[in-house]
């Protein structure tokens, strides 16, 4: 049995319309039309203990009403979940024990309170026994390196600082489930690798299920083992990256660089993007040539000094998922 | 049990962030205490002129007024996470307090011990000592007993009608001055005994914000004045329950709160 099972969850929300104006604002006093969004529709997917999910979508896709559901803050209109046999929204209080959540956009810590004391603090709240929760805030200080800063007030921090006691903070409790939603949002690109390589680390040496939600496809690559994207509340893809990137009709780029200057460089497959000096690009579908034929051909006519073989950024694949295209699995 | 002791430490680390700026601490507190005061010494002024309001004396009614201010304070010290869960709601912070294992209630609670609201109690103390070496009472066991189980009523209440206040936020954020008028337009009537205001705003007060429980009946009582509305003596030594009641009643309605947040998430 998967750790986490979703079958068939939809929720909607209702807003109300306004009309515009001072005459609509008024009118809207007495009697409001409501509009009902769908924000998940149908949705059934599973993770297995272990697992690094990554889930995707674009914004308002229903990836944090997905979160609030599985962590028990909303419960669906309809269908049914279950994680580790709870149902997370009719059992709250024992529920959230077993679970941690960062917000890369809030905080659960104090923020005038040095990072130590926040420790201590969810220590009570979570009622972890004091010889664990000693061992494990020592080992997550010495994990994500936090030892220099222990002792300052949240507010002083960096973001990056910040967001790495915000995992240590979810994780003191042993959850066997780590919801990160946009953990890397706002990182310098030194602070993004790090913490990417606490992710892992976690992940490997305490066993934990990772959900990850984030707009960052470099993210994805480094950690998620899996992908789930949804639009409109409902499933696009399912499955590994690699089985993203075959799936879908994507060409390919190769840049070349040859040994002496020349005009130009010709293959009947493969059409050329841009030529500067003796680097030439060119792009080609794999469907009409594979990329060992076409660097086979390339070298018996030319005379090449490199080649590097590029896979269509993720970007632009998921970018093509959200425009709607759909992926057959 | 390990709730309440997760409430102290809480509220302690509240306390202690309010006492990092001291001086802008204690201006708060004696601002709050002039501002206040100065309520009263309004009411005094307004006494110098009639001399007396439906048959009621300065210092009888300075002896409701701090009754009330007790309650009010007392209630407002530790409901201030109550305040502000409207803000909490739009914010999205309140999701928070749902991941966590502990009653939401009791970590909105915890969120702050509002300390330079003991302004408004340290008045009520004062006019309260004032009104009873004016009055010349003698405070037996049965008095101050039943004082505290007033002032304890009306703690309850107060708490109960900022739990509908709060209540109120997950279904709108809109209109809640309706609210206010309940909480600071209550602390307003429980000043003056009830017989100044007409019929209807008196059973409003009684029955169903039972305002006139916790503060007029039984104090009539303790200060040993027949009831011109004709209550017996039971009923004003029972009726500071009907705060605790209410409280209950503002319980009830917190929780159908919760669920409908679940259902919504705003």
Redesign the interface.
């Known amino acids: 049995m998967p750790q986490i099972q979703v079958d068939e969850i939809s929720k909607s929300f209702y807003i109300s319309k306004r009309k515009k104006g001072l005459k609509g604002a008024l009118k809207g006093l007495f009697n409001r039309e409501s509009m009902e969004i769908k924000a998940l529709d149908k949705l059934s997917f599973s993770v297995e203990k272990g697992e690094i999910l990554g889930y995707l979508g674009p914004n308002g896709a229903g990836k944090s009403t997905t979160l609030k559901i599985l962590s028990g803050i909303l419960s669906p209109d309809s269908g049914n979940c279950m994680v580790q046999g709870r149902i997370p929204w009719k059992d709250r209080i024992n529920h959230v024990k077993h679970i941690g959540v960062v917000f890369g956009q809030r905080t659960q810590l104090w923020w005038d309170l040095p990072v130590i004391e926040s420790f201590d603090l969810l220590q009570s709240i979570y009622s972890i026994p004091k010889d664990r929760y000693q061992e494990n805030r020592d080992s997550l200080t010495d994990l994500l390196d936090l030892e220099p800063f222990l002792f300052t007030p949240v507010r002083q921090l960096s973001l990056g600082q910040r967001m790495r006691c915000e995992i240590a903070a979810s994780m003191l409790h042993d959850p066997s489930i780590l919801f990160l939603d946009e953990p890397t949002i706002g990182l310098d690109a030194l602070s993004k690798v790090t913490l990417r390589n606490i992710i892992k680390k976690l992940n490997r040496e305490y066993q934990v299920t990772v959900i990850l939600t984030t707009h960052d496809m470099d993210d994805i690559e480094a950690l998620c083992s899996r992908i789930l994207v949804i639009g409109k509340g409902a499933i696009l893809f399912n499955g590994s990256i690699e089985a993203l990137r075959k799936q879908l009709d994507s060409k390919r780029r190769i840049l070349i660089e040859t040994e002496e200057n020349i005009e130009q460089v010709y293959h009947p497959k493969a059409t050329l993007l841009s030529s500067k000096g003796n680097r030439f690009e060119l792009t080609f579908s794999p469907r009409e040539i594979s990329a060992a034929k076409l660097v086979g051909d390339l070298m018996k006519t030319y005379s090449l000094k490199d080649i590097i073989m590029e896979n269509p950024p993720i970007e632009e694949i998921i970018a093509q998922l959200y425009l709607g295209q759909k992926v057959k699995p | 049990m390990?709730n309440l002791?997760?409430y102290f430490?809480?509220a302690g680390?509240s306390m202690q962030?309010q006492l990092?700026y001291r001086f802008s601490f204690f201006m708060q507190i004696l601002a709050q205490f002039i501002i206040t005061i100065s309520e009263f010494i309004g009411l005094a002024a307004l006494f110098q002129g009639f001399g007396n309001i439906h048959g009621w004396t300065l210092w009888q009614v300075a002896f409701f007024y701090s009754m009330i201010a007790l309650g009010f304070s007392i209630s407002s010290l530790f409901t201030r996470g109550l305040d502000i869960t409207p803000q909490l709601i739009k914010s999205?912070?309140l999701?928070?307090y749902?991941?966590?294992?502990?009653?939401v209630l009791l970590q909105l609670l915890g969120f702050e011990f509002t300390l330079r609201r003991m302004g408004r109690l340290i008045q009520g103390i004062i006019v309260f000592i004032l009104a009873v070496v004016n009055l010349q009472m003698h405070l037996d066991a049965l008095k101050l007993l039943l004082i505290l189980w007033s002032i304890m009523g009306s703690v309850f209440l107060f708490t109960g009608l900022m739990l509908g206040q709060a209540t109120l936020s997950f279904w709108t954020i809109e209109g809640l001055e309706i609210m206010n008028s309940f909480t600071y337009g209550g602390l307003e009537t429980g000043r003056y005994p009830l017989t100044v205001y007409k019929g209807w705003f008196r059973k409003f007060f009684t029955f169903v914000i039972p305002l006139g429980c916790v503060n007029y009946y039984s104090i009539l009582h303790i200060l040993e004045i027949e009831d011109p509305l004709g209550s017996s003596k039971l009923f004003q030594g029972l009726a500071p329950l009907g705060g605790v009641l209410f409280f209950f009643l503002g319980l009830f309605i917190w929780r159908m709160g919760l669920k409908h947040y679940?259902?919504?998430?705003?």
């Open positions: 390990q002791r997760l430490r809480l680390i962030r990092e999205g912070e999701d928070r749902f991941l966590r294992p502990r009653p679940k259902s919504t998430g705003s």
